[in-house]
């Protein structure tokens, strides 16, 4: 095995089983750990932030629950086959979207893919038919706007107070970093921090505040309870 012989699969197996092989192999060579070990780092690092084995595993999953639910619907009424779909579906996809903000088009394509079907298995709409008006009808975000929605809240949870010390940690207000005053001051606005990288902009201090910052004045508003936010973020996100 030398240098070149890597593939970035390893036979398909896992990447950690990849990264732990080609680290047993080099054990003894000293010579090569200090050119192996960044360009490792990146490599594991890249599969794993491009989230595309979760996703590939999420599709799987959810379209195999939908071809099981498929012969069970026909005797069901519409607001009950809705019931199944998201207890097996859509909670599926949503758990933990947030992380998926800065996702590629092409995954995030993958992923609306899945509600599509579940929308017309749901309403029997026919696959020749548009799928906007369904997902409307069926008062469903599509699933970037519903990632953008699940950030957007937690931001809005820490105006509140109501997230722990880890994620709080990260958003800070433009009122209390320092800052000369600005406008932006009055309106609810966090600082965003300069990043190096695509993946830098993908974290949740980087994507949360630029995000939340993009929103109207009238949803930056601390005085808005929880659910009056999602109802009014939920019919911003649809227009």
């Known amino acids: 095995m030398t240098v070149y012989d890597i593939n970035y699969n390893y036979n398909g197996k896992p990447m950690c089983d990849f990264l732990c092989a080609v680290l047993h192999h080099f054990r003894d060579a000293a010579d090569y750990w200090s050119c192996f ?11 794993c932030l491009s989230l595309s084995g979760h996703i590939n595993a999420l599709c799987q999953t959810c ?6 639910l498929r012969p069970v619907i026909r005797l ?3 607001d009950v086959v809705r019931t199944l779909v998201q207890a097996f579906v859509s909670g599926q996809s949503d758990y933990c979207n947030s992380l998926l903000f ?15 079907v579940a929308a017309r298995l749901v309403t029997g709409t026919g696959r020749r038919e548009h799928i906007s008006p369904v997902l409307r009808r069926l008062h469903w975000l599509p699933v970037r706007q519903r990632v953008e929605f699940k950030l957007a809240l937690l931001i809005h949870k820490s105006l509140l107070g109501q997230l722990p010390p880890y994620l709080a940690d990260d958003c800070q207000l433009i009122a209390d970093s320092g800052r000369r005053t ?14 190096n990288s695509t993946f830098g902009d993908r974290s949740f201090a980087v994507a949360g505040a630029r995000l939340w910052n993009s929103l109207p004045s009238s ?3 601390a005085d808005l309870s929880t659910e009056r936010f999602k109802r009014t973020l939920k019919s911003f996100l649809f227009v």
């Open 102 to 116: 800065g996702m590629t088009n092409d995954l995030f394509q993958r992923l609306q893919g899945i509600q599509n």
């Open 37 to 47: 070990c960044l360009s490792l780092a990146q490599l594991l690092a890249r599969e």
């Open 76 to 78: 069901q009424t519409e």
């Open 63 to 68: 379209y195999y629950q939908l071809r099981q």
């Open 182 to 195: 600005l406008l932006s001051s009055d309106t609810a606005m966090f600082v965003v921090r300069r990043t």
């Open 219 to 221: 949803l930056r508003s």
